[in-house]
């Protein structure tokens, strides 16, 4: 269950494009390959790109266990997670009311170091699936020695909100009959088809990487 704080309250369209409904957040974070998570060292906040997945209400980043990033994390401090797929540029007749359909979402929380070798294992293949999708079972199965390389931390999401603006850009009634163009700008990403390297121009293409 997710919990609506005061300071995952958006002060700026919060009750138009604020949400701390699961059923809005998850799939935003399912939909995202890449967040970013930000945290204090002192009075020195850093702010890491992540690949991450989320299984239940929890966040799983993996990370070399001699990664200062993850060895930091591991003491269980504050975190911000930050995750946003941006959609479309929003061109409107001014500068000033440009602006961009995203889904976005921002999570606050504090790692757990998962020392369940099941959970762990379950976390590498959900993350494989997600940025491969139909991989897993293709690979070279991972091997004791790989998992123990490697450190996985969950993040519950228990305090998060997700903000999302779509649509037209905004009008004004004085610049309605101005010859200037206004619509949207699609910026998706969208996977495009693999490009083998010498070893992989040997072999054919396997059905789950024809997109
Ligand atoms: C791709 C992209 C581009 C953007 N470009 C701009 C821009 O150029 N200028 C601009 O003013 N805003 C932009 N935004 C929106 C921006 O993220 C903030 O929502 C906005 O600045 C207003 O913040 P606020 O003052 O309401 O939030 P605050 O009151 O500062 O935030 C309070 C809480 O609200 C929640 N919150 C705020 N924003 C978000 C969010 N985007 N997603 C999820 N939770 C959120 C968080 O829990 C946060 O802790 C952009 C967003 C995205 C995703």
Same mark, same amino acid.
């Given at each position: !269950?997710?919990?609506?704080?005061?300071?995952?309250?958006?002060?700026?369209?919060?009750?138009?494009?604020?949400?701390?409904?699961?059923?809005?957040? &998850?799939?935003?974070?399912?939909?995202?390959?890449?967040?970013?998570?930000?945290?204090?060292?002192?009075?020195?906040?850093?702010?890491?790109?992540?690949? &991450?997945?989320?299984?239940?209400?929890?966040?799983?980043?993996?990370?070399?266990?001699?990664?200062?990033?993850?060895?930091?994390?591991?003491?269980?401090?504050?975190?911000?997670?930050?995750? !946003?797929?941006?959609?479309?540029?929003?061109?409107?007749?001014?500068?000033?009311?440009?602006?961009?359909?995203?889904?976005?979402?921002?999570?606050?929380?504090?790692?757990?170091?998962?020392?369940?070798?099941?959970?762990?294992?379950?976390? &590498?293949?959900?993350?494989?699936?997600? !940025?491969?999708?139909?991989?897993?079972?293709?690979?070279?199965?991972?091997?004791?020695?790989? !998992?123990?390389?490697?450190?996985?931390?969950?993040?519950?999401?228990?305090?998060?909100?997700?903000?999302?603006?779509?649509?037209?850009?905004?009008?004004?009634?004085?610049?309605?009959?101005?010859?200037?163009?206004?619509?949207?700008?699609?910026?998706?990403?969208?996977?495009?088809?693999?490009?083998?390297?010498?070893?992989?121009?040997?072999?054919?293409?396997?059905?789950?990487?024809?997109?």
């Amino acid at each position: !269950m997710i919990e609506k704080t005061e300071r995952t309250t958006p002060s700026r369209y919060a009750s138009q494009r604020g949400s701390h409904d699961e059923n809005v957040i &998850f799939p935003i974070l399912d939909e995202a390959l890449f967040c970013t998570i930000s945290y204090a060292e002192g009075n020195q906040p850093f702010s890491i790109p992540q690949s &991450f997945v989320r299984m239940g209400n929890y966040i799983y980043l993996h990370g070399s266990v001699g990664s200062h990033f993850i060895r930091t994390l591991a003491d269980g401090r504050p975190v911000c997670l930050s995750v !946003m797929l941006a959609d479309e540029i929003v061109v409107a007749k001014t500068a000033f009311n440009h602006s961009v359909n995203y889904r976005s979402v921002v999570i606050f929380s504090t790692g757990e170091v998962i020392e369940d070798q099941q959970l762990k294992y379950d976390a &590498f293949k959900a993350l494989t699936e997600k !940025m491969v999708p139909g991989s897993w079972d293709y690979l070279k199965p991972m091997t004791e020695k790989e !998992m123990a390389k490697t450190t996985a931390i969950g993040f519950p999401i228990i305090e998060a909100s997700a903000k999302v603006r779509q649509g037209e850009p905004g009008q004004v009634e004085t610049e309605m009959g101005l010859p200037i163009w206004t619509g949207l700008i699609p910026i998706k990403p969208i996977r495009q088809q693999p490009i083998p390297d010498d070893y992989g121009k040997k072999l054919p293409l396997p059905e789950h990487l024809k997109y």
